[in-house]
């Protein structure tokens, strides 16, 4: 049960989550002289998909003619959804913020002349140096303590209130802006730090009136060991994959986009890494993913001479592409003061119809995060300390004092439910108009079914509950968005439409939550079309 008591604070920046995105952002605001505070739902420097592995980045010097071609490469792949000025922007912007992490004290690995190589960081020494930056920087940390809900008057959004684990006390922070840095949604998939990415931080700026994008790109799986949680699937590319009485499915070498997924919709699917043959190839894969090899090492496992089981763990927008849409350069939503910054916000404008996973997303976590940071303390610092009647904006999945008390919500069961819909192949990776539109009249059930149920008082039913609203209505906007593209298009599939349509080169926004409506909107400099 809840303590009872309220702690109240205020400040000028309000940043939601504390990976990668949500430090930049508590940073960037902090040296906009702003008063910040930054709330997590676990612990700063640890918890998320960034901090327990080690990411890659768009690390590229300022050549000009270097850039121009990987721009146009990726604005290729993003099915000409992504926008070429803004993947600069990224480019800069890492360039920039690499050589402060340097600075700071990063010990990026050197080639043979000594010259620093900064296109990769291990996770859990990069998130423990931006714990101590944030801190230096003046940053009021607040440690397992989630969100439940945003104040918002007519202003705009104003602060929020959530729940302290470590005293079972509530909080409320008035700010004048708030960044959404809460992780995109993996549905309690159990992949690597993603069990904390549940979509409440999404939930709470639509019930505010936000619109979403790129919803629909959103057909990620990520591959593991089946009794792992560890989704860095590269060192598979040294892999020998065979089926279970053995027979060899494929050899070495990259996997086709629908390899597994193919493979394991027939029949248990088994790796080797056979390929890495040497005792120097083998040392240099454990060195480059360490934590790839710690399940392997638990089970007695020599994945270099035995085979292991695989699975395939659904990132939703993780690694998928959709978020809170981005009305411009500082990371603002349709909603004034509220920044979305990191895997909370659409990744459109830079990957486009395809996977933000791996170097764009840890890179758009530190562009995103130093903009949203930045754009909040600019909004916040001029509408300056006046007093403001802010009222809790949250609906869905809270403690409701009318709630009938015989109708308890299970919030275990659905959590079931909607994994029901989200994790099975046939239903989101083989994705068909009649199987997803029966898959999303199901959600609509469970959504119905959260009306007038009493949610568990205690802490834990707290958070779990606002944890399942965010689940089930993440699922609703992928696929009503998924139905709307008549299209395969990236991430992006249907059966019935396996072309990719000139005509529906165009973003599809979503808003509402009980009732979702959606309207397309063009590239950047065009008219936003009506649906």
Known sequence: ???????????????????????????????????????????????????????????????????????????????????????????????????????????????????????????????????????????????????????????????????????????????????????????????????????????????????????????????????????????????????????????GGPRAGDFLPKMLSKGPVYAVLNHADTEEKQQILRKSHAIFFVPLDRAGIDPFTERFPLTLRYEGTVRGTGGIRLTDESCASTVPGLYAAGDAATRERVTGAKSGGGAFNASWAISSGTWAGAGAAKHALTLGRSARDLRPAGRYGLVDPDAAPDRILDAGGLVEAVQREVFPLDINYFRSEPVIRQSLARLDGLWASLRGTTVHPTVQGRVRAREVAGMIATARWMYTAALARKETRGLHSLEEYPETDPAQQYRLIVSGIDEIELRTELAADQEVVAR
């Open 1 to 251: 049960m809840s303590s009872g008591k309220i702690t109240k604070l205020e400040a000028d920046v309000l940043v939601i989550g504390g990976g990668p995105a949500g430090a930049w952002a508590a940073w960037s605001a902090a040296q906009q002289h702003a008063k910040v505070i930054l709330v997590d739902k676990g612990f700063l420097g640890s918890s998320g998909a960034t901090a327990p592995g080690g990411t890659n980045l768009l690390y590229l010097p300022p050549d000009s003619e270097l850039r121009e071609k990987a721009v146009q490469q990726r604005y290729k792949e993003s099915g000409y959804l992504a926008e070429p000025a803004w993947i600069h922007r990224v480019l800069d912007q890492v360039y920039e913020s690499l050589l402060l992490v340097e600075k700071w004290g990063y010990p990026f690995r050197r080639d043979e002349q000594g010259v620093p190589l900064r296109d990769h960081l291990q996770g859990p020494e990069y998130m423990k140096l931006m714990r101590r930056q944030v801190s230096r920087a003046g940053v009021k940390i607040l440690d397992q303590s989630p969100a439940l809900e945003l104040l918002v008057d007519e202003h705009g959004v104003g602060g929020a209130r959530g729940i302290s684990r470590l005293d079972d006390s509530e909080w409320e922070i008035r700010a004048n802006a708030v960044v959404i840095a809460t992780g995109g949604c993996a549905f309690l998939s159990k992949g690597l730090g993603c069990n904390v990415l549940t979509g409440e931080g999404v939930l709470m700026a639509t019930e505010l009136g936000a619109e979403l994008s790129g919803m629909e790109f959103t057909r990620q799986y990520a591959p593991s060991a089946a009794f792992g949680t560890v989704t860095r699937g590269r060192l598979l590319n040294w892999a020998t994959y065979t089926a279970e009485d053995g027979t060899v499915l494929q050899g």
